[in-house]
């Protein structure tokens, strides 16, 4: 919740920083401000009086800050016929996929049964700036009801949460607006910049030139992940499960891949437009295949852990015309905003590396398809590191990256073994509660574990290559915690949500300022 005494303590603070106008001044302003401040001030908060006199129905995983209310909808499409009306939704789930996202966008805030800081629900929810609450593992859905301990909501009754403490209520609960626009709140993040600059940047997470928009308003530097595969939802969906159900080398894939690269093209093309002349990295597509194709996955297809099977670049390698059509996508998109008179800047990551031979296969084929490219258009090709195995060979992976980015949500599920979307709500809140754990690995950097490849990662990267850009685009890069390791490691920058992107500035000069002390 917000505190109005905080608010007015740091206009108070800023005010006086300004009238003494010293480089000292400013950096103790930016060293005493809590970043969970800066975080309260983004989003709708809930009043205390409200949440008093509603009832608890049950508490889950804070997976994005800020409290909503609305209309108890069990599917994306009860979303988009109460919107329709006029009316705010809640959507309320077992849990969500790509193909939810369009009735996700329009709802007020996003309650599911399973899931966790790094589930679907949770990403997506934080990179719209949605309040969620996942992994309500007490809540079941049936017969058009809510049942949580004893408490039956039916669907279309209203529903309250708040994201910022995992807490989801029965009625409608009173709303206190967000004041990310006070003047003495840009302020500060002005004089972080300053602070960090030179030694950290701050990029974020965006698939839409409407999210490249709102985080450059946040002060984003460029996007570090641009998730294509969200690009083929929707109206899309048909164009991609079309292409997976093809046979290779067919005339329907021919045809499918031949509209897909026109829809990509034309998508690439406003994302980069809308950031340049920013860096937009593009990551080639890596949803598993179930994403796609839902009930329809034939049984040739299926995968017992889809989120360990056909993905990434273990698809482009069954299937070599993806990532060649998706390169030619995204040249003829760098054309089309260079010819609309602005200067694209994008670079390729090839997604779930372990194998320094993957990559070099890919990246061949990748560079076939941009030996027509000028210089000035023609984009580095680097990786997501995101396997153990991709951090453990580094050394030979760096021999043909041009920069590493540290998928740490995978990262830490692959590293721990933990999955990122069932476990958190049954296992890791207990470990913590227990002191098995600190922190939730996917809230916070685990440094002892995760923290150490990716150090190691870096040295040993940067032993073959030392002109290695390195950067972060999980989650943890939106976390202070995080954010102060990942700096000590040596990364360039950091890429997450946009509405984390204040916070992770002003994180980002506090990190310097720890480390000059």
């Known amino acids: 919740m917000q505190n109005e005494h905080s608010l007015n303590w740091l206009i108070d603070l800023v005010a006086s920083a300004s009238l003494e106008n010293t480089d000292k001044a400013k950096k103790n302003v930016v060293g005493l401000v809590p970043t969970s401040l800066v975080e309260s001030l983004m989003h709708d908060a ?3 009086e409200s949440t008093h006199e509603l009832k608890l129905l049950g508490t889950g995983i804070a997976a994005s800050p800020g409290a909503a209310a609305g209309i108890a909808c069990f599917s994306s499409d009860s979303v988009l016929d109460v919107t329709d009306k006029g009316e705010k939704a809640v959507l309320v789930c077992n849990e969500t996929s790509p193909a939810d996202e369009v009735g996700m966008r329009m709802a007020e805030g996003i309650v599911t049964v399973r899931g966790g800081m790094a589930s679907h629900a949770a990403v997506v ?9 996942v992994g309500v593992s007490d809540l079941e859905i049936a017969d058009g009801n809510i049942k949580i301990k004893g408490a039956v909501v039916e669907e279309g009754a209203y529903i309250s949460l708040d994201g910022s403490t995992g807490e989801v209520f029965s009625g409608e609960m009173e709303l206190q607006e967000s004041n990310e626009e006070i003047p003495e709140l840009k302020t500060l993040l002005e004089w972080a910049d300053e602070i960090r600059s030179g030694y950290l940047k701050i990029r974020a997470n965006a698939d839409t030139a409407e999210d490249a928009e709102r985080a450059l308003l946040f002060g984003a530097e460029g996007i570090g992940l641009c998730r294509t595969e969200h690009m083929f939802m929707g109206d899309r969906l048909p164009l991609i499960q079309r292409f997976i159900l093809a046979d290779d080398g067919s005339e329907e894939e021919k045809e499918s891949l031949n509209e897909l690269m026109l829809a990509q093209r034309l998508d690439l093309a406003e994302v980069v437009s809308a950031m340049a002349p920013n860096p937009v990295t593009i990551r080639l597509l890596d949803a598993p295949l179930h994403e796609f194709l839902g009930a329809e996955t034939p049984d040739e297809l299926l995968e017992h852990n889809p989120m360990l099977g056909t993905r990434g670049v273990r698809l482009a390698i069954i299937r070599e015309q993806l990532y060649r059509m998706q390169t030619r996508a995204l040249m003829g998109a760098l054309v089309d905003v260079e010819e609309a008179g602005k200067k694209p800047n994008a670079d390729i990551m090839i997604p779930l590396v372990s194998e320094v031979n993957e990559l070099n ?4 084929w990748i560079e076939e398809e941009l030996a027509s ?14 396997t153990p195995r991709a951090a453990i060979t580094a050394e030979s992976i760096a021999n043909k990256a041009d920069f590493f980015s540290f998928g740490t949500n995978d990262l830490t599920q692959l590293v721990f073994g933990f999955s990122r979307d069932d476990i958190e709500s049954r296992v890791i809140s207990m470990y913590v509660n227990e002191g098995i754990l600190s922190v939730n690995p996917f809230e916070t950097l685990d440094f002892q574990g995760v923290g150490h490849a990716i150090r190691y990662a870096i040295e040993n990267g ?7 850009e ?3 685009c999980g989650e943890h890069g939106g976390d202070p915690e995080s954010i102060r390791f990942l700096f000590e490691s040596g990364v360039d920058y950091v890429s997450c949500s946009p509405f984390r992107v204040p916070i992770a500035r002003l994180a980002a000069a506090q990190a310097v300022l720890s480390s000059s002390d």
């Open 462 to 468: 940067r032993k073959t290559n030392p002109e290695l």
């Open 470 to 472: 390195i950067g972060v």
């Open 361 to 364: 296969l890919v990246r061949s």
């Open 125 to 133: 929810a934080r990179g719209w700036g949605i309040p969620a609450v």
């Open 373 to 386: 490219a000028g210089d000035e258009l023609r984009p580095n090709i680097g990786t997501m590191i995101e």
């Open 46 to 48: 809930a009043t205390s």
